[in-house]
């Protein structure tokens, strides 16, 4: 996979997080693909849990602390 060379990309990509892989290897490959050393998510998700996880880029790594202070709501089936 190529890396995206363009710089000052700011904002948030929203992942549909599947089961496997943790919060941290999504923002790692993302920082990869994009070529960019700013990149965080809102909140981690279980390894094998499955669901939205934030990914804030650039600029927008600086807010990731208003989002992780929200209120969050999960659903789950047994």
């Given at each position: ?20 892989i943790t919060s941290r ?14 990149v965080g998510h809102g ?36």
């Open positions: 996979m190529r890396a995206i060379i363009k710089k000052n990309i700011n904002g948030w990509i929203i992942v549909d997080k599947q089961a496997g290897q999504v923002v790692t490959k993302i920082s990869k693909i994009l070529n960019l050393k700013k909140g981690t998700l279980d390894p094998l849990a499955t669901g939205i996880l934030p990914i804030a880029i650039g600029e927008a790594t600086k807010v990731i602390s208003l989002v992780q202070s929200k209120e969050k709501k999960y659903a789950f089936i047994i």
